[in-house]
């Protein structure tokens, strides 16, 4: 592969997003009515290559597995309006990934997913690596496939990039493989094996850089020995789904361009920030002229009240 721009390989989920709007998250045996019915690209991997495309610059692959039914056409129609280069796998008699996604009043959700041919990619469905620069993944594909894929690319020089979640256990020598962790706090608190704070649950984890993001408050990172944060941005969110999706695709999109990381965290907050002002996952990723819009135009929470907050909350001061 002979390209100029960076060249980033995501390999990770795709599913068809059944949502429905409802005042409150149903509790345990409490049925709930809700709002209109919607469908929607998502699945993990497939937000997180939209959005990294939609950063601009970068030429974008995915490594994905869908059914032969018709919930595969508007996935891979979403993922090729975005630009994203498919590697396909389709297993035979098996359902495209789906997830049942219930959005709150406040725009927070709970999602369950029936992972259907997520489940089915295997170390043997990687394309060839070379001419990649970043590999970036989640963990809605089977956990050997990610390992495997993780060592695959580390051999081959690539930075491996890991989103973890949903949080899972991982393996020392998967983590080991990994050059940038990124987690939201629960799955930080998960990985580390911990309940402290962000900044002692951040300087548990071995991976050489960390990225912990934390709602609306921003996002802090370890990277090496320093730490990095950025504050939130203030906007009237609708639906979240997506946003942690948006960030990751967003902040590889900027380091594969050699961006530092404080100024990759910033476009990577702005645009999740922007994913939570409209429903849906992919629907919601921003183009990269979104984003340096909103910027110009968005004051941040970098004020210092704002900075001293979430450096306090992290544990940092
Ligand atoms: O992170 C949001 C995504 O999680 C949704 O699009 C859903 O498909 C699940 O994978």
């Known amino acids: 592969m002979t390209q100029e721009s960076p060249v980033v390989l995501v390999a990770g989920s795709a599913n068809v997003d059944f949502v429905v709007r409802a005042p409150h998250i149903p509790a345990p045996g409490e049925t709930v009515l809700g709002g209109a019915f919607q469908t929607f690209a998502g699945g993990k991997g497939a937000n997180q290559a939209v959005a990294c495309a ?112 949903p949080a899972q256990a991982l393996p020392i020598d998967l983590l080991s493989a990994v050059d940038v962790l990124v987690v939201n ?31 609306a408050r921003g996002c802090v990172a370890r990277d090496g020995g320093t730490y990095v944060v950025q504050t939130g941005f ?33 476009r990577a907050s702005a645009a999740a920030a922007l994913a939570c002002t409209k429903m849906g996952a992919q629907s919601s990723v921003p183009t990269t002229q979104a984003v340096t819009d909103f910027l110009a135009q968005t004051s941040t929470h970098d004020d210092s009240h704002a900075l001293a907050d979430l450096r306090q909350y992290a544990g940092l001061t």
């Open 54 to 165: 939609r950063a601009g610059g970068v030429a974008t692959h995915m490594l994905l597995a869908l059914g032969e039914d018709a919930f595969a056409a508007p996935i891979e129609a979403s993922l090729q309006s975005a630009g994203v280069t498919m590697h396909v796998r389709r297993p035979e008699g098996v359902a495209t990934g789906s997830a049942f996604i219930c959005v709150d009043d406040q725009a927070e959700n709970a999602i369950t997913v029936a992972p259907g041919a997520n489940a089915c990619l295997q170390d043997a469905d990687l394309p060839a690596l070379l001419g990649f620069s970043h590999l970036l993944m989640q963990l809605e594909i089977p956990l050997a496939s990610v390992h495997a894929y993780a060592l695959a690319a580390k051999a081959s020089g690539l930075r491996v990039v890991l989103n973890a979640a």
């Open 185 to 215: 706090e629960g799955e930080l608190r998960t990985m580390a094996g911990m309940e402290g704070s962000v900044a002692e649950c951040l300087a548990r984890l071995p991976c050489p850089t960390v990225v912990v993001t934390l709602g």
């Open 234 to 266: 203030a906007v009237q969110a609708v639906d979240t789904t997506g946003a942690g999706d948006t960030f990751c695709g967003a902040l590889v999109a900027a380091l594969a361009h050699a961006q530092p990381l404080t100024e990759a965290m910033r």
